[in-house]
């Protein structure tokens, strides 16, 4: 059968996706969500149900992650298994994988090994740490580049100890970061006509995620410290209790304060010395809060945020998850997505936050079951009926 692409926009490419649990998965959803012809190979287990590091193959996260893709099975360690990926590696374009860095060497599909055979494939490694250094050898999870790449120590209330973020922002900025690698090295590929190897780390992806907070201390050698729900620079910013939850309030700069001051029906704020700029702002910022708070709190937060939208203030209700769905705005986005299933099974998924105007992204095909297209892919890539049945029965598929 012609596998449904899920847009045209990377329909030429071919994806060898030999990754786990999230970082490497997030990177090649990236990938398969804008038209690649990815194929997920799983490892050949004696559990038939194909479950893996990262949760049930019919759970939410795996099903969020393995759309638009197909699979099949093969056992790296044989060295029929071996062989039959390396032809699959000489005609793709891509291959992905988030193995310690001394498992690839090992298992013989370390970049060097795959482009003496093609000069043009494109090499995706994301590790914990880097591919060389003192800690390369560590394993790496996301938790852990939070901790060791200062993100902890900014996040939470001031007092309460290390924080970490409610989603694996390491593990899915790797990602990110790791899908962007690929995409510039397959643009200079084009020049070239030479592949390379794109690596990132969950460590460097969260370094890098810290933006101005990391620059305050390689500029400056200011140490960022926890806020809580303040803003670290522009104040007043932060969480405020109404009359029957709470709100973000938004200020950057003079005028909006201003703005936010007038809504809130509290003008006298503006010309109190303590309050006047930025500086005596962030002094006194846990006195500014309280007074702010003293208004918003005769009201309720959809009055408010009627209010300071109105007025030209930045402000936002603070969702659940559930609540978040349900807002008009995002489901005019049509974030929230259902894929098509051939079963009576329902599945609705996040699709991708952003858009192209000719080739959009689309829920094309459903996460794969294990090892369902091994036949199919293997009969692509010039696999005889023979030497697909010898290796089945070789049990290297």
Known sequence: ???????????????????????????????????????????????????????????????????????????????????????????????????????KDRLGIDYESLRAINPGIVYASISGFGQDGPYHKRPGFDQIAQGMGGLMSITGAPGQGPMRVGIPVADLTAGLFCAMGILTALLERDVSGQGQWVQTSLLQAQIFMLDFQAARWLMEKDVPKQAGNNHPTSIPTGVFKTSDGYINIATTGGKIWERCAQAIGAPELVTNPDYATGPTRSKNRDALNAEISR???????????????????????????????ADEQVKHLGIAQDVPTDDDRAIRLVGQPFTLSRTPSRMAARPPEFGEHTDEVLAEFGFSDGEIAELRQGKVI
């Open 1 to 103: 059968m012609t596998f449904p692409h899920a847009s045209s926009a990377l329909s030429r490419f071919t994806v060898l996706d030999l990754t786990r649990i999230r970082s490497g998965p997030t990177a090649v959803r990236q990938l398969s969500d804008w038209g690649a012809n990815v194929i997920k190979i799983d490892a050949l287990t004696e559990d038939a149900g194909g479950e893996q590091p990262g949760g049930p193959r019919q759970g939410s996260d795996f099903q969020n992650l393995h759309r638009n893709k197909r699979a099949m099975t093969l056992n790296l360690k044989d060295p029929k298994g071996l062989a039959a990926f390396l032809r699959l590696a000489a005609k793709a374009d891509v291959v992905v994988e988030n193995f310690r860095p001394d498992v």
């Open 295 to 325: 208004f918003t709190e005769k009201r309720s937060t959809d009055e408010w945020v009627r209010e300071l939208n109105a007025a030209g203030v930045p402000c936002g209700p603070i969702y659940s998850v559930d609540q978040m769905f």
